[in-house]
Every structure is written in structure tokens, then in C-alpha cells.
């Protein structure tokens, strides 16, 4: 069974521009949550999709933003890049909400530098 | 809100025993949850606690103590390759995972 798949897996940007991340969940698996992890601060909740839905939404800007496909793939996408975006971007999935058991399968991440 | 304390750093022997320990603070707490990242690797789910006491599963051991809002993770007969950051995460209410700041351990010769 595959896991869960991260796309690109590095990418460099300079600031004001905009890039787009995309996820392949397990397959069968609803619920994609993506997560921002920055040295030190752990893992940051940046949204759950479930069923196309987005279900939660964590302490970021608008210019975060995601979706979800009716294949359960998703995508976030963030705009007008600023320094402080340089980060791991790990997407996660799982058959149901995320909360609910406790066990999320992540993939291995997009690492997006800003220059 | 929710909020998680766990130590930033370990360094153990190999072949010793460490202990991770994590508490929290949250409303509705379903589970506390823990994973294992090394370092430019995925993090990987390692257990699950939703009541109260150990779990086992190999060298890894987990406990929970919802009245204390705290939970470790045990891990036994250290090798190298443990040598990862470990986080914990709460489970709770309606709200996605909330996770630690995370634990570096290190395992020395």
C-alpha cells in the first residue's frame, strides 16, 4: 500500500511569490492535514480536509490557504511569500479525523526555502 | 487552548533506558499520542493512550495519567538508531492533533 506522497519534495522561492503543494493520501484515507515544522517549534496545524471540507483551521494568515479534491488529494497553496515561510510542510492523512484516534500517517514533506 | 511541555533535549547511553515525559493542558482530551522523526525523515506514529496506564509495544512503553495531564514515553535497551526527536500530541474535542515542541534524543556510545 503507498504512503502518503509529497510534491515537489524541495522547491526555492524568492518573497512575493506564490507556490502550491500537493498530497496524495493513503489510499482509502479521508481526512489530509497539513502541518508547518520550523527548527524548534515543532509542528504547527495549518488545516484538516475531510470529504472535501475543510473541518479545521490553525493560527496562520490568509495567505495560507488549501484545498481538497473528491480523490481525497489536496492541496495548500500560499501567496506573496515572506522569509519567515521557510519551512518543512508535512501533510498527513488518516480514515478519519485526524483528532480522532490519534494516529496520522505523514508523508515526507515539502521543504520550501524563501530567498 | 491547548498547550503541551516536553523536554527539548535527552542524551542517553546506549543500552540504557530514557524516559520522555510530556504534560498538557486541553479540554475534551481524547489521547495523548507519540512520534518518532529523524532528522530529515517523516514523523512516524508510535503510540496511542487513551486510558489510563502503560502500554507496551517492544523496547517502547507509553503511559498516560489523565489526572495528572501527563504521559512518558519509556524506551528501553537504547540503540543508535533511536537517536530522533520524539513528540508527543494530544488528541481532543473536535480539534485536529496538537503536537509538542518535540524531544531530541540522543544515544552515545
Known amino acids: 500500500k503507498a504512503g502518503v506522497t509529497q510534491t515537489p519534495r524541495y522547491l526555492i522561492k524568492t518573497r512575493g511569490q506564490q507556490v502550491t503543494l500537493s498530497c496524495s493520501p493513503i489510499?482509502?484515507?479521508?481526512?489530509v492535514s497539513w502541518y508547518q515544522q520550523t527548527p524548534g517549534q515543532g509542528l504547527q496545524f495549518l488545516f484538516e480536509y475531510f470529504s472535501e471540507t475543510q473541518r479545521n483551521k490553525g493560527n496562520f494568515p490568509g495567505r495560507f490557504s488549501g484545498r481538497q479534491f473528491s480523490n481525497s488529494r489536496s492541496e495548500m497553496n500560499v501567496s506573496t511569500l515572506e522569509l519567515g515561510d521557510s519551512a518543512l510542510y508535512l501533510c498527513?492523512?488518516?480514515?478519519?479525523?485526524?483528532?480522532?484516534?490519534?494516529?496520522?500517517?505523514f508523508g515526507e514533506g515539502s521543504r520550501l526555502t524563501v530567498l | 487552548g491547548q498547550s503541551l511541555e516536553q523536554p527539548s533535549e535527552v542524551t542517553a547511553v546506549e543500552g540504557a533506558i530514557v524516559q520522555i515525559n510530556c504534560t498538557y493542558q486541553t479540554s475534551g482530551f481524547y489521547g495523548l499520542s507519540w512520534y518518532q522523526q529523524h532528522d530529515g525523515g517523516a514523523p512516524t506514529f508510535l503510540s496511542y493512550?487513551?486510558?489510563?496506564g502503560l502500554e507496551e509495544t517492544g523496547r517502547f512503553s507509553s503511559f498516560l495519567s489523565r489526572s495528572d495531564s501527563y504521559g512518558y514515553l519509556l524506551l528501553q535497551e537504547l540503540q543508535m538508531k533511536d537517536s530522533a526527536s520524539y513528540f508527543c500530541?494530544?488528541?481532543?474535542?473536535?480539534?485536529?492533533?496538537?503536537f509538542g515542541k518535540g524531544t531530541r534524543l540522543s544515544v552515545i556510545a
Open positions: 493512550n487513551a486510558l489510563d
Open positions: 489510499s482509502g484515507h479521508r481526512s
Open positions: 500530541a494530544v488528541a481532543a474535542g473536535n480539534t485536529p492533533l496538537v
Open positions: 498527513a492523512s488518516s480514515l478519519g479525523l485526524a483528532g480522532g484516534a490519534g494516529e496520522l500517517f
